[in-house]
């Protein structure tokens, strides 16, 4: 088998290694992308977790559910009357399987556009030698690379409670909770954090009756406590029933559901039996397959592979980005590494900012934060000023029929630089991006406040927290 040479090779084709490859492509290098994801024919599916069982397909089914809940409660208020209002799951998720095709096809599309050469397969490291590095792809057509600079960009996969593995038919990960074929009666879910939380709300919307056990005692631990207790008010009166402080015991699945047994908070033992058990608690770095001893490339007591502040590996010209290495599981952020590392194997000085890398759970109320929380602050013994503003005095919330949550904003106490800003509401993951370009910028609280916002909008609430800050909101 000859061996094709490049002057880049990306292991992996999800948000941080298709841009990497693409990035590097445009800055004049031959580059190679290897990614193993199938679709339901055997064909290739770029995209990893994010747009293949992840980001893309549950935004599809919060979007669907979100129609049917608005249909069954809220259309009513509007004037518009429905009769015998029905959920068809099979067309629900076949629409949310065009949606992660189209994503797909554009992946494809893209490297034909930026002249990177696509492996569908496996990729993993064979040795080193001459300056290079032997990448075997294993697959339909298997193939021999040859690279001066590799980009490990393999991800993550879901963490499975000890003694309960996936089986995707009961105990589900997220790929099985994206693809339930009928709404069942009950769910369980372990966990509460975004995953959780957001599978939980589909299947919650279109019926079942759903049960979030959560080993923490607080809610959302991780984020600004004013936002977790208003969004946990608004999941618990929506129905959700979430259980804070216990402890899994042993789970149980057979051809009836399955039962977990879980000590509550107050040291009392309990079962809790369900049709169907989402287990999200966490993901590991992926590096199965991908043979790191070969060339010696070095992991922690995680998995992760090791990578210091650019993303630079213990090898030289291997580097890792994105979920397999330190830092958030977020899609954003590994796209943001991809296009960095592309530039520094470029000589450019690619930059990541992770004090400005947004965070959002798509719920609703949407929950979306960027920067430092108030507890966070007061940990670190900081001044600072805290401003916040109510959609429910907002207009555009109102029209919308939707005033749940707020803006809050954090500004140090005496220079006005804004430190966070925290929003639990309606569209609170478009609204977050204002806020990730002044903090970019080392705005003040006083320079969001002073620039005119339009009216009637969502991003007035956004203004009015800045001014809440000095406290002179004009409409609260």
Avoid at 105 to 121: A, E, R
Avoid at 155 to 177: M, Q, T, V
Avoid at 200 to 211: C, I, K
Avoid at 234 to 249: D, N, P, S, W, Y
Wanted: one cysteine or more; aromatic letters at 6%; hydrophobic letters at 45%.
């Amino acid at each position: 088998m000859s061996t094709t040479n490049f002057d880049v090779v990306v292991i992996g084709g999800g948000p941080g290694g298709y841009i990497a490859a693409i990035r590097a492509a445009q800055l004049g290098k031959n580059v190679a992308c290897i990614d193993e994801w199938k679709n339901e024919k055997g064909g290739p599916a770029p995209g990893g977790t994010c747009t293949n069982i992840g980001c893309i397909p549950s935004k599809a089914l919060l979007q669907s559910s979100e129609h049917f809940e608005h249909a069954g409660h809220h259309f009513a208020d509007h004037g518009i009357g429905l009769k015998d209002l029905s959920i068809d799951v099979a067309k629900m998720l076949k629409r949310k399987d065009q949606v992660v095709k189209q994503n797909n096809d554009g992946i494809l599309y893209l490297f034909k556009k930026n002249k990177v050469t696509f492996f569908h397969g496996r990729g993993s490291f064979v040795k080193a030698a001459g300056g290079a590095y032997e990448i075997a792809v294993a697959g339909d057509k298997p193939a021999t690379l040859s690279a001066t600079h590799v980009i490990v960009a393999t991800g993550s996969n879901p963490r499975a409670l000890p003694g309960a593995p996936f089986d995707e038919a009961a105990i589900l990960s997220n790929d099985g909770a994206l693809r339930i074929p009928a709404v069942p009666k009950t769910l369980g879910v372990i966990g509460s954090g975004v995953i959780g939380l957001e599978m939980g709300s589909v299947w919650r919307r279109l019926g079942a009756q759903v049960t979030v056990l959560e080993a923490l005692p607080t809610f959302l631990g991780a984020v600004d406590e004013q936002v977790a207790k208003e969004a946990h008010k608004a999941f618990t009166k929506q129905g959700l029933k979430i259980e804070l402080g216990v402890k899994i015991g042993e789970v149980k699945a057979d051809k009836k559901g399955v039962s977990v047994a879980y000590t509550d908070a107050k040291g009392g033992a309990q079962t809790l039996a369900v049709d169907k058990l989402i287990v999200s608690i966490g993901r590991v770095p992926n590096t199965i397959g991908l043979n790191p001893e070969a060339v010696g490339l070095k992991l922690d007591e995680r998995g992760a592979i090791v990578v210091d502040d650019e993303c630079r590996t213990n090898l030289p010209n291997v580097w890792a980005i994105g979920d397999v290495v330190r830092g958030p599981m977020l899609a954003h952020k590994a796209e943001e590494e991809g296009v960095a590392v592309a530039e520094r194997i470029a000589g450019q000085h690619g930059h990541v900012d992770f004090n400005t890398v947004p965070w959002v759970i798509y719920t609703s109320p949407e929950i979306a934060w960027v920067g430092q929380t108030e507890q966070q602050l007061k940990a670190a013994g900081r001044a600072y000023k805290a401003g916040s503003f109510p959609f429910m005095a907002n207009g555009r919330a109102r029209a919308l029929g939707d005033t749940t949550g707020f803006v809050k904003f954090l500004a140090d106490a005496k220079t006005d630089e804004i430190l966070g800003v925290h929003i639990v509401g309606p569209f609170a993951s478009e609204l977050i991006a204002e806020a990730v370009v002044a903090m970019e910028f080392k705005a003040s609280a006083e320079d969001i406040a002073r620039i005119c916002h339009a009216h009637p909008s969502l991003s007035e609430a956004t203004k009015e927290a800045a001014l809440a800050v000095d406290k002179r909101t004009l409409n609260f």
